[in-house]
């Protein structure tokens, strides 16, 4: 369970935020990986080199940095969402042709060399992509993703039996199943929700009147599923008064996936474990920086890209999200 979402400021400067839900333990942490970067997808079948350098959250398993979100240079961003009952790849060895790149490893991939929207297909094209054992759940993570850049323009990435699709985003929100276009149709079970309510009506004798703002927004789906959330955000996101400049928009992206956030508890999985928002992120494309805050630390904290970043020789750990937090007083 994860939602994302875009936003612009008057400027237009481009947003891109997402809330990190998942019942399994993390360790995430914040990487700067420099372009020039080698690194192997699927160890003695596929290796590719970096050509932009990117900020991302991610982990590292056995020297390995596996980013599910992130930006770079350009102003690309992208973010993986668990794609279950849909997403589907082949096992490497099953897959003929071209080098192969693990699911888990697609938003690394496009974020060390991809520039804007406009690129994904070209970019996707050239590789095939295949299911690979992730490291925290021993298993192949059904994943999709959102991409975005300086632009506004957002798309997403989904492989199902059908094949590869690269969709336009006219909506900048996604959740996970169903698939995008199926959400999108799904929008139009709740055009009646509305920023304002009927002053009145009337039933036979009988004067009814709203008990206060909000009235319009009845119709809204209250859950956590991901129908759900797609569509709060996405109505949410659509009648936000236009954040006026970066700060504003930070808070406006905060605001808006507050809005489909997880406490521990309301949600439990088959297996047991509590599903929760470990960590809510939002980056700006035009600056490279990040904001991010964590379920047991509210305080944001924030990372840019630095303009040296080329330099570099390795990638870099910036430091773990989880903190203990600290307590402003009076």
Same mark, same amino acid.
């Given at each position: 369970?994860?939602?994302?979402?875009?936003?612009?400021?008057?400027?237009? /400067?481009?947003? %891109?935020?997402?809330?990190?839900?998942?019942?399994y333990p993390? /360790?995430?942490?914040?990487?700067?990986?420099?372009?020039?970067?080698?690194?192997?997808?699927?160890?003695g079948?596929?290796s590719?080199?970096?050509?932009?350098?990117?900020?991302?959250i991610?982990?590292?398993f056995?020297?390995r940095?596996?980013?599910?979100?992130?930006?770079?240079?350009h102003?690309?961003?992208?973010?993986?969402?668990y794609f279950?009952g849909?997403?589907s790849f082949?096992q490497?060895?099953?897959a003929?042709?071209?080098?192969?790149?693990?699911?888990?490893?697609?938003?690394?991939?496009l974020?060390?060399?991809?520039?804007?929207?406009? /690129?994904?297909?070209r970019?996707l094209?050239?590789?095939?992509?295949?299911?690979?054992? !992730?490291?925290?759940?021993?298993?192949v993570?059904?994943l +999709?993703?959102?991409?975005?850049?300086?632009?506004?323009?957002?798309?997403?990435?989904?492989?199902t /039996?059908?094949?590869? +699709?690269?969709?336009?985003?006219p909506? =900048?929100?996604?959740?996970?199943?169903?698939?995008l276009r199926?959400?999108?149709?799904?929008l139009?079970?709740y055009?009646?929700?509305?920023?304002t309510?009927?002053?009145?009506?009337?039933?036979?004798?009988?004067?009814?009147?709203?008990?206060g703002? =909000?009235g319009?927004t009845?119709?809204?789906?209250?859950?956590?599923?991901?129908?759900?959330?797609f569509?709060?955000?996405?109505?949410?996101?659509?009648f936000?008064?236009?954040?006026a400049?970066r700060?504003?928009?930070v808070?406006? =992206? %905060? +605001?808006?996936?507050?809005g489909?956030?997880?406490?521990?508890?309301? &949600?439990?999985?088959?297996r047991g474990?509590?599903d929760?928002?470990?960590?809510?992120?939002?980056?700006?494309?035009?600056?490279?920086?990040? %904001?991010?805050r964590?379920?047991?630390?509210?305080? &944001?904290?924030?990372?840019?890209?630095?303009? !040296?970043a080329?330099?570099?020789a390795r990638p &870099?750990?910036l =430091?773990?999200?989880?903190r203990?937090?600290?307590?402003?007083?009076?």
């Open positions: 369970m994860c939602t994302a979402v875009t936003l612009q400021t008057l400027q237009r /400067e481009t947003f %891109f935020g997402r809330n990190m839900d998942f019942s993390i /360790e995430p942490a914040l990487y700067l990986v420099p372009k020039g970067s080698a690194w192997a997808s699927i160890p079948k596929s590719f080199q970096d050509s932009c350098s990117c900020i991302g991610g982990q590292e056995r020297n940095i596996t980013l599910v979100d992130g930006v770079n240079e102003g690309f961003a992208a973010a993986a969402l279950a849909y997403a082949p490497p060895s099953a003929p042709g071209g080098p192969m790149l693990a699911a888990l490893d697609v938003v690394r991939f974020l060390g060399r991809c520039a804007s929207v406009q /690129e994904l297909r970019l094209d050239a590789v095939r992509l295949v299911g690979a054992p !992730d490291p925290v759940t021993n298993t993570a059904p +999709h993703w959102i991409a975005a850049d300086r632009s506004g323009a957002c798309a997403v990435i989904e492989q /039996e059908e094949g590869l +699709h690269i969709w336009n985003n909506i =900048g929100v996604l959740a996970n199943s169903p698939d199926w959400q999108l149709t799904n139009r079970n055009m009646s929700a509305s920023p309510q009927k002053p009145s009506a009337q039933w036979g004798k009988v004067a009814l009147t709203p008990f703002n =909000g319009g009845d119709i809204l789906p209250g859950g956590y599923a991901s129908p759900a959330r569509v709060r955000t996405a109505y949410q996101k659509s936000a008064a236009a954040p400049n700060q504003d928009a808070a406006t =992206g %905060f +605001h808006l996936l507050e489909v956030a997880l406490p521990r508890g309301p &949600v439990a999985t088959s474990p509590l929760f928002t470990h960590y809510t992120a939002f980056l700006n494309t035009a600056s490279g920086e990040y %904001f991010f964590t379920y047991d630390n509210c305080q &944001v904290t924030t990372a840019k890209l630095p303009a !040296d080329g330099s570099r &870099v750990r =430091g773990a999200l989880n203990q937090p600290v307590y402003a007083t009076l």
